[in-house]
């Protein structure tokens, strides 16, 4: 046993400190996460919602332990009911006490005893998508089966054009899981896996990054801010912002070392990935200058053209399932539409001053304030490659304007925005501003991952 335990030790310490860092603090935050699913599996089985839908009072419920879903109509003889938890299989209307369940819609004790819910004309795939996926898995590994993570995994399944609006996702992710699919049997559990080997390999080079414009202190701290921020857990969903990152991380790596044909070869996958991959050819450009003559050697022009297969392919692929459009000018199935950043932003504040928002459209408001004051105050702070990186980021979410929620999304999207990260990183040498950055993303991340099982839209 001693002797097992030192060849484990010595393989330990020969992995590199980048490494043994990225894999401790990547466990660390998986196995968080996977006590927290199920914690709130075990607590909260049922994910009970009142709300109203075609004018209708409607009562969803989804188990989480078994992912049957269901609609009622809350209203009985004229009152409109609302209902919370009861236990495992029922729940409680507020109104009379009664007890009702789950499964038929019927209430099992109280005033209203033997008294049936009537089905919602809203069906539960409307309410609870999970598209034409299988849920193969039940439990806490299917408690991270949500939203978008089930339109990349249908799309390896069926294709494009099994659902209308499956072109709005580039196809790299899905095809990678379609490839991966044979070997696990499961579209979700292959998209997942590669989400978690990509989230593994984005710490290690963001470890990197962060080390070379700072000591090792700066760097675990930018690093695990990044791990502990409070949408990170949908890096550990099928979703595809990990392997963006992997992407981007490595095209500017490569564009740094005057490797063109490589930073264009991961600015066509980041394109692939997720359409914001377009902004690496600004710091492309840059450096290409910075490497004279500009545009005069092959090797530029062989990494931008490598770069652009990427968005023209996409184009072509739309042009081949949409009729609204090749160039995503206008998505319709999505009420969404570009406009200039200045438009989105106004209208995310005034839609805060109407007085009707959500919770979440105010964090989409802070968050999109609070990043764009991060790229002021680093522009300086970090090689400017990366400061236009993240400007045209900026630029690409903020010209996209969704009128049923303004900066939809924009506390997910910020996690590509990765050298922001630093910056959080140096305000953490202030002992005050760590707390406050600790006792912030922590209980966010609780608070948004928790809604996010239970099928709550938090981005």
């Not at 089966?145 to 054009?161: E, L, M």
């Not at 499961?186 to 962060?210: E, P």
């Not at 953490?428 to 912030?440: C, D, I, K, V």
């Amino acid at each position: 046993m001693a002797l097992i335990k030192d060849i484990l030790v010595q393989r330990w310490k020969s992995f590199d400190e980048s490494w043994r860092f990225a894999i401790t603090a990547f466990l660390i935050v998986r196995i968080f996460f996977a006590l927290w699913s199920w914690l709130i599996l075990t607590v909260q089985p049922l994910a009970v919602q009142n709300i109203e839908i075609s004018n209708e009072p409607v009562l969803t419920i989804f188990n989480l332990t078994n992912n049957k879903a269901y609609t009622y109509l809350r209203e009985i003889d004229g009152q409109v009911l609302t209902f919370q938890l009861a236990d495992r299989s029922t729940v409680r209307d507020l109104q009379t006490g009664s007890i009702w369940d789950v499964s038929i819609g019927t209430s099992l004790q109280g005033p209203e005893k033997g008294l049936t819910l009537s089905p919602s004309k809203t069906p539960p795939s409307a309410i609870f998508p999970h598209l034409n996926l299988k849920t193969n898995y039940t439990g806490w590994f299917s408690i991270w089966q949500r939203f978008d993570a089930n339109w990349y995994t249908t799309i390896a399944d069926t294709g494009y054009g099994s659902i209308k609006g499956d072109d709005h996702f580039p196809p790299l992710f899905s095809v990678l899981i379609r490839a991966l699919k044979p070997f696990f049997g499961s579209a979700f559990l292959a998209g997942a896996l590669i989400s978690q080997a990509a989230t593994l390999f984005a710490v290690k080079l963001l470890y990197d990054l962060f080390l070379e414009w700072g000591d090792p202190t700066i760097a675990k701290w930018s690093t695990s801010l990044f791990l502990i921020y409070p949408t990170s857990f949908f890096l550990f969903s099928a979703y595809s912002e990990s392997l963006f990152l992997v992407a981007a991380l490595l095209s500017l790596r490569w564009m740094r070392n005057r490797s063109w044909a490589w930073a264009g070869f991961w600015a066509f996958c980041a394109i692939l990935t997720r359409l914001q991959g377009v902004v690496l050819v600004i710091p492309m450009l840059y450096l290409m200058w910075r490497d004279r003559p500009f545009l005069r050697k092959f090797g530029h022009w062989f990494g931008l053209g490598i770069a652009a297969l990427g968005g023209l392919f996409y184009i072509f692929l739309r042009s081949t399932q949409v009729t609204e459009g090749a160039i995503p000018f206008v998505e319709a199935e999505w009420h969404a539409h570009l406009v200039p950043p200045w438009e989105t932003y106004g209208y995310a504040i005034q839609t805060l001053l109407s007085g009707r928002f959500t919770f979440i459209d105010a964090l989409n408001w802070f968050v999109a304030t609070l990043f764009i004051i991060l790229l002021v105050i680093g522009w300086r702070k970090i090689p400017l490659e990366y400061s236009l990186y993240l400007a045209f980021s900026l630029l690409i979410i903020l010209i996209r304007i969704v009128e049923t929620q303004p900066l939809i999304s924009m506390s997910r999207y910020s996690l590509t925005l990765f050298p922001s990260f630093f910056i959080f990183g140096l305000a953490g040498e202030n002992p005050w501003l760590r707390r406050l950055l600790l006792y912030t993303f922590i209980p966010l991340n609780l608070y948004l991952s928790a809604q996010f099982f239970s099928w709550g839209w938090v981005a």
